[in-house]
């Protein structure tokens, strides 16, 4: 029975950031119905912002709190700071080319992604600091769950939340959704698509960001290629739920984190993407549309 | 009419600010990753600054520069917009489709290729047979993204099953490289229609998401099925390829290797070609221009979709048994993403569809970094730029494909 909640508590963490990463993926597709496939890249630069920050803070030695407030903020801002670029220089170019040259072109982004980060810090694994400290009251369930899980499930809770209160109630909000239903629409009512859009390339990259640091600091190391297997992997969540729907998004990652959670305990440990895979590849022929989403109807 | 009077390229005040803008905005975004650099061990950190001049200087030189020329084509553009876009790439593919400029043309081609062994060593003769293989991959990639506008990017999936089939058919039977060739082949195609069938209802990114993932389910299941691969070590010592059981020494095997590289790369610039213009290749053009049309005309949608993939794959399977051959050793970090990458951005700096194209894309994309040793270590740094690049400048490629006409102008 412990094995079986500590496996629950070990699937609701991955869940939990698999959900920031898959969110900026069905935000993305749900406004201009592009599949960005560098976004898993905002997650690895995220990660190595939080590294370089809080090591640079820890240097100068700021008191902890300060590190990790600081420290986030940076990773958010910096990671949205490159979500906003390169929507500008790769995707806005091509709103109006044939399906494949966004695709190719955010294929192309990713590579470059990875590889600036790899020319510019190191091709190895580096050691991330542990960023949140053991909590006392823990201890006698520490088998089962660590404080960075409660971390992680409370912070991404958070986020989640500030993000839904976001789309459902602010004046940005509503435009975003206006922008997603239609943008020709969108643009007769006064709003400005073009900023609209950049503003949701900085929100998905601020979230897959803290998704970053979180993950960062309880596994303890990362390096320049981690995007690509995280990204793969929300962007199953975000279909599995059906992809341009919000609480889809996080419906899948819990359902994708616990499945791999499970099978990888109860099953083997050396398939654990390959479940991954199986169930991005089964739901694809299935059930195109995800568990929430809506099946669309190819118009002529 | 007359030309519009050309302006001049001046950069006017608004043209310097903006781009001053854009290099402080760069200066910012690069600066934690570029110029910050910590060593957590020894707890130390480099100020890398001057990597912050460089990025804002470039930076702001390209924007200025991107800028001067948007202004100058605007200038121009009365002009321009009058030639379809074709024409402008058209006449210098014209100037060499005459038979009287093409047949020296290719002889001299042709001889370059064919005397290369003779006259440079066996490591250069060894990259070119690298090279020459990528040309198979790329044209085989070709007929799935280029003809068919199917984007595969598991293609790398079919070049291990090609690799792997020679590896354990020598290893466990000791069959040959010939007899290994066409079964290569074979199960390359049915894994092509294994991956194409679950896929055929899915659309462009959907498809390209779920071919990405069975290309990783195939290196991962190598990775992990150690009693059927050998898992992460590989398998090793499998034979080159052999001629009527002649003992050759390592350099004449080379070179053997090199000429058996060339058939294959014609043969298949000579089938693809030959697809391209038959009903088929038509029926994928087609099914790539608009998929509701096609149907409409009449196209088995499901058989042409199937047939490109078998087909594509076909080739990276045999490329594939080749590879094996080549190198004598295979283990599955040979065939990750990034090796689907880099053919498809063969594929797509040629220009999709464009055979032409994409054989020279592949020398260009493979040779390259070879001789400039200095860039080699930016080489994927490149490409991913090359991808962003090609579809925002020139979607079409290096060398677009030349639609063949039925009107009798020629």
Same mark, same amino acid.
């Given at each position: 029975?412990?094995?079986?909640f500590?496996l629950?508590?070990?699937?609701l963490t ?9 969110l900026?993926?069905?935000m993305v597709?749900?406004i201009i119905?592009?599949?960005n ?5 905002m ?10 920050v809080?090591s640079?803070?820890?240097i ?6 300060a590190i990790?407030?600081l420290t ?10 490159y979500?906003?670029t ?23 982004m990713?590579i ?5 980060v790899?020319?510019?810090q190191?091709?190895?694994?580096v050691p ?7 909590f006392a ?6 088998g089962i769950?660590?404080?960075s899980?409660?971390v ?9 939340a ?15 959704r206006?922008?997603?239903q239609d943008q020709?629409?969108?643009?007769l009512?006064g ?6 859009i ?6 998905g ?5 803290i998704?970053?640091?979180?993950i960062a600091?309880h596994?303890?190391q ?21 992809i ?7 419906l ?5 984190g616990?499945?791999?959670?499970f099978?990888?305990g ?11 895979f199986?169930?991005l590849?089964l739901?694809?022929?299935f059930?195109?549309?995800g568990l929430?989403?809506k099946a669309?109807v190819?118009?002529? | 009419?007359t030309?519009?009077?050309e302006?001049t390229?001046?950069?006017t ?14 200066m +910012?975004?690069t ?15 480099t100020w890398?600054?001057a990597?912050m ?5 470039l930076?702001?030189a390209?924007a ?6 948007a202004a100058?084509?605007?200038a121009g553009?009365?002009?321009?917009r009058q ?8 006449p210098?593919?014209?100037f ?10 290719l002889?001299a ?8 062994p003779l006259l440079f060593?066996?490591?250069q ?7 020459l ?8 990639l070709?007929?799935?993204?280029g003809?068919a506008?199917?984007?595969?990017? $598991? ?6 099953v $090609?690799a ?5 058919l020598?290893?466990?039977?000791g069959?040959?490289f010939?007899?290994?060739l066409p ?13 194409g069938?679950?896929v055929?209802?899915l659309?462009?990114?959907?498809l ?6 069975f290309?990783?389910i195939?290196?991962l299941?190598l ?18 390829p052999?001629l ?7 350099e ?5 290797q ?8 014609l043969?298949t610039? +000579? ?16 099914l790539?221009?608009?998929d509701?049309?096609?149907q409409a005309?009449?196209?088995n949608k499901?058989a ?23 190198t004598?050793f295979i283990n ?8 689907s ?5 063969i594929?797509?700096?040629?220009g999709?569809g464009s055979i032409v194209?994409?054989v020279a894309?592949a ?7 070879e ?11 490149v ?10 400048v020139?979607?079409?490629?290096l060398?677009?494909r ?9």
């Amino acid at each position: 029975m412990e094995y079986f909640f500590e496996l629950l508590f070990s699937g609701l963490t991955r869940g939990s950031i698999y959900a920031l990463i898959a969110l900026g993926y069905t935000m993305v597709y749900g406004i201009i119905g592009l599949i960005n496939f560098a976004h898993g890249e905002m997650y690895m630069i995220g990660a190595f912002t939080a590294l370089i920050v809080s090591s640079v803070l820890t240097i100068y030695g700021l008191p902890l709190p300060a590190i990790l407030v600081l420290t986030a903020l940076a990773a958010a801002v910096w990671a949205g700071a490159y979500g906003f670029t390169v929507e500008r220089l790769a995707y806005r170019p091509l709103r109006n080319a044939p399906r494949l040259a966004p695709l190719i072109s955010a294929i192309g982004m990713s590579i470059f992604l990875q590889n600036y980060v790899l020319l510019a810090q190191t091709p190895d694994f580096v050691p991330f600091p542990t960023l949140i400290p053991e909590f006392a009251f823990l201890e006698p369930y520490g088998g089962i769950v660590g404080s960075s899980d409660l971390v992680i499930l409370a912070v991404s809770t958070l986020v989640m939340a500030a993000l839904t209160l976001l789309i459902k109630y602010t004046r940005i909000g509503k435009a975003m959704r206006a922008t997603a239903q239609d943008q020709k629409m969108a643009l007769l009512v006064g709003i400005n698509v073009d900023r609209i859009i950049s503003l949701t390339f900085v929100v998905g990259s601020a979230l897959a960001a803290i998704g970053g640091l979180l993950i960062a600091s309880h596994i303890g190391q990362i390096n320049f290629a981690i995007g690509f297997l995280a990204g793969i992997k929300a962007f199953t969540a975000a279909v599995l739920g059906g992809i341009g729907s919000i609480p889809g998004a996080v419906l899948g990652s819990f359902v994708l984190g616990l499945t791999e959670a499970f099978a990888t305990g109860y099953v083997s440990s050396d398939y654990e993407d390959v479940f991954a895979f199986s169930l991005l590849v089964l739901i694809l022929i299935f059930r195109p549309a995800g568990l929430l989403g809506k099946a669309a109807v190819e118009k002529v | 009419m007359t030309p519009a009077p050309e302006k001049t390229a001046m950069p006017t005040g608004k043209d310097i600010r903006q781009a001053l803008l854009t290099g402080f905005w760069f200066m +910012f975004l690069t600066f934690p990753l570029l110029v910050i650099k910590v060593h957590p061990i020894e707890q130390t950190v480099t100020w890398r600054w001057a990597n912050m001049l460089w990025v804002g200087g470039l930076s702001a030189a390209v924007a200025l520069a991107c800028r001067l020329v948007a202004a100058h084509r605007a200038a121009g553009g009365e002009r321009r917009r009058q030639e379809p876009d074709r024409a402008i790439a058209a006449p210098s593919q014209a100037f060499f489709l005459t038979p009287s400029r093409l047949v020296p043309l290719l002889a001299a081609v042709g001889l370059f290729f064919l005397v290369f062994p003779l006259l440079f060593s066996t490591y250069q003769v060894n990259i070119m047979t690298t090279a020459l293989m990528y040309v198979v991959l790329g044209l085989g990639l070709n007929i799935v993204v280029g003809f068919a506008g199917l984007l595969d990017l $598991g293609y790398v999936a079919f070049y291990a099953v $090609g690799a792997y089939t020679y590896g354990l058919l020598h290893l466990h039977f000791g069959l040959g490289f010939w007899t290994a060739l066409p079964i290569g082949g074979l199960l390359g195609a049915l894994f092509g229609v294994l991956l194409g069938f679950p896929v055929l209802r899915l659309r462009g990114d959907y498809l390209a998401i779920v071919t990405l993932g069975f290309g990783e389910i195939i290196r991962l299941v190598l990775e992990n099925w150690g009693d059927f691969s050998q898992g992460p070590s590989g398998i090793a010592n499998i034979a080159r390829p052999g001629l009527f059981g002649i003992e050759m020494s390592l350099e004449t095997s080379l070179v053997y290797q090199y000429y058996l590289t060339i058939a294959m790369a014609l043969l298949t610039i +000579f089938v693809v070609n030959r697809l391209r213009n038959s009903r088929i290749g038509r029926a994928w053009f087609a099914l790539r221009e608009d998929d509701i049309a096609c149907q409409a005309m009449g196209i088995n949608k499901t058989a042409i979709k199937l047939t490109a993939f078998a087909l594509g794959a076909t080739w990276a399977a045999m490329a594939g048994v080749l590879f094996a051959a080549k190198t004598t050793f295979i283990n599955p970090a040979s065939f990750t993403f990034l090796e689907s990458a880099i053919i498809l951005c063969i594929v797509v700096l040629g220009g999709m569809g464009s055979i032409v194209g994409v054989v020279a894309a592949a020398l260009i994309l493979m040779l390259l970094p070879e001789y400039l040793r200095a860039v080699a270590e930016y080489r994927m740094l490149v490409f991913g730029a090359v991808l962003v690049l090609m579809m925002i400048v020139q979607p079409q490629g290096l060398i677009p494909r030349v639609r063949r006409t039925y009107t009798g102008s020629h």
